[in-house]
C-alpha cells in the first residue's frame, strides 16, 4: 500500500470515528447504547453481544463488558479486540478501548496474556496487523464495527506503542523468570494505558495531510 | 497515477480530516442531549445459574475472565430441527 492510499484510509478513518457517533446520537443513540446491543440490562462480565462479533473473512472478533471495577475514571465498559491467530483455535488479543457512558473513547489498554487466554504475538508481529484491521458486521453491529476499525486504524501508532510498552512492562517485571511465567503471572493484569484524545488526533492528522 | 490524480488524493485526503475535525462541535452537542448508557450491574441471583457471566461461569472460564466467547458448535440432531433442512418451512415449536 503506497504512502497516499494509507493517508486516503487514514482520513477515512477520522471520519468514520466522528461521522458514525454523530449520527447515531442525531438518533438518540450513543456508541455505549449500541455496544449494548439493545440488551435491557448490563451486567458485569457478561459479553455484548453474547457470541461476540466475528467477521470471519477477516479473522476479527470484538465484544463490549464491564467488570465491577471500572477500568479508569469514568470508565462505563470497555471494547476487547481481537485477531484470529495464524493456527486453528487461536487469537491474539489486539488492545481494549474503554469508553464513557456516552461512548466517548476515554483510553486504549492491554492486558496480560492470562486474562484473554490470548496467543501471544511480540509488539512488531501484532503492530503490523493495525493498520489494516478490518471488522465488518451486518446489521445492527454494522456502525459499531466500521467504528471500531476506525478507531484502531486513526490510532495504529498510539496502539503500536501501546504494544510496545506492554513488551517493556513484561521485560522489567521479568527478573530471569520465562516468557510463559510472566504471560500466566496473576499479579500482572494492566500491562500498558493510553489516553485517547479524538480532537487532538484530528488536529494532529489535518496538519500531518 | 498520475500528477494531478495524487493531488487530488491528497487534498480529498485533507479534506476529509478537516471536515472530521470540523463536525467534533456538533458530535459534542449531539451528545450533550443523550442520556448516559445504563450502568452496568451485577447479574440477577435467578439468571445467574445458567446464563450470567460473571468469571465463575464465564466461558472461557475464571482463567481467562476477558477471553473472547467460544464458538457455538452445531448440534448433531440439527437435522430433526423444525427450523433445520429436513423442515425449512416448518413452524416453531410452542
Known amino acids: ?209 | 497515477m498520475n500528477m494531478k490524480q495524487t493531488k487530488g488524493k491528497t487534498s480529498n485526503s485533507r479534506r476529509a480530516c478537516q471536515a472530521a475535525a470540523q463536525a467534533l462541535p456538533a458530535l459534542a452537542m449531539a451528545l450533550a442531549m443523550l442520556q448516559p448508557a445504563q450502568a452496568a450491574e451485577p447479574p440477577k441471583p435467578a439468571a445467574s445459574s445458567a446464563s450470567a457471566a460473571k468469571p465463575a461461569t464465564n466461558p472461557c472460564g475464571p482463567e481467562n475472565p476477558c477471553g473472547p466467547a467460544k464458538k457455538k458448535r452445531k448440534s448433531k440432531s440439527s437435522g430433526s430441527n423444525p427450523c433445520g433442512p429436513a423442515n425449512p418451512c416448518g413452524p416453531a415449536k410452542k
Open chain 1, 1 to 209: 500500500m503506497t504512502a497516499k492510499q494509507d493517508q486516503a484510509r487514514l482520513a477515512e478513518a477520522a471520519l468514520d470515528a466522528v461521522q458514525i457517533p454523530l449520527y447515531q446520537a442525531q438518533r438518540g443513540r450513543s456508541m455505549a447504547q449500541l455496544a449494548l446491543c439493545g440488551a435491557a440490562r448490563f451486567e458485569h462480565w457478561r459479553h455484548y453481544p453474547a457470541a461476540d462479533a466475528r467477521d470471519a473473512v477477516h479473522g476479527s472478533q470484538f465484544y463490549f463488558h464491564a467488570h465491577e471495577q471500572a477500568r479508569g475514571i469514568g470508565e462505563h465498559g470497555h471494547f476487547h479486540l481481537f485477531q484470529r491467530g495464524a493456527q486453528p483455535g487461536t487469537f491474539h488479543h489486539l488492545a481494549a478501548l474503554s469508553v464513557d457512558a456516552l461512548g466517548r473513547p476515554l483510553r486504549w489498554f492491554t492486558t496480560n496474556a492470562w486474562v484473554t487466554g490470548e496467543q501471544w504475538l511480540a509488539a512488531p508481529l501484532l503492530c503490523h496487523q493495525l493498520s489494516h484491521y478490518t471488522m465488518v458486521q451486518r446489521g445492527r453491529l454494522a456502525p459499531l464495527a466500521r467504528w471500531l476499525q476506525a478507531m484502531v486504524r486513526l490510532h495504529a501508532q498510539d496502539l503500536a506503542l501501546l504494544l510496545q510498552q506492554r513488551d517493556a512492562a513484561l521485560a522489567r517485571a521479568a527478573r530471569g523468570r520465562s516468557l510463559d511465567a510472566l504471560l500466566q503471572d496473576r499479579r500482572l493484569e494492566l500491562l500498558s494505558e493510553r489516553e485517547i484524545s479524538l480532537a487532538r488526533r484530528l488536529q494532529d492528522l489535518t496538519l500531518t495531510h
